[in-house]
């Protein structure tokens, strides 16, 4: 399984930005796509899950992009997007896609929880 993320770059706080993550490989059996983020000296830190079990979709946010940020998925499971709207410069990271096989009923929120992993796209966001 392979992810491509993209979309990441440079806006002025108050833009927006869409980040796009395609999978390759085995995706049928897909559960949970979400999008972390990390900034030098701090851990990687969850930003959005999608998670899919038995049917069922459930999404979670982090408290610091609820409200702004919007994970959305395909049908086949193979693309997640992250929409990011009023953006504010403390949201300048790299940004990673994660990915695991199977999933449960509750949003897997930790980082170890995902085996694959996308390359990193920067977002920078401007004062």
């Known amino acids: 399984v392979q992810l491509q993320a993209s979309g990441g770059g440079l806006v002025q706080a108050g833009g927006s930005l869409r980040l796009s993550c395609a999978t390759s490989?085995?995706?049928?059996?897909?559960?949970?796509m979400g999008w972390f983020r990390e900034v030098p000296g701090k851990e990687r830190e969850v930003v959005a899950v999608?998670?899919?079990?038995?049917?069922?979709?459930?999404?979670y946010y982090a408290d610091s992009v609820k409200g702004r940020f919007t994970i959305s998925r395909d049908n086949a499971k193979s693309t997640v997007w992250l929409q990011m709207n009023i953006l504010k410069p403390e949201d300048t990271a790299v940004y990673y896609c994660?990915?695991?096989?199977?999933?449960?009923?509750?949003?897997?929120?930790?980082?170890?929880?995902?085996?694959?992993w996308g390359q990193g796209t920067q977002v920078t966001v401007s004062s």
């Open positions: 994660a990915a695991r096989m199977g999933s449960g009923s509750s949003p897997q929120i930790s980082r170890y929880e995902y085996a694959y």
């Open positions: 490989g085995r995706t049928f059996d897909m559960g949970a």
């Open positions: 999608h998670n899919w079990w038995r049917g069922t979709i459930t999404v």
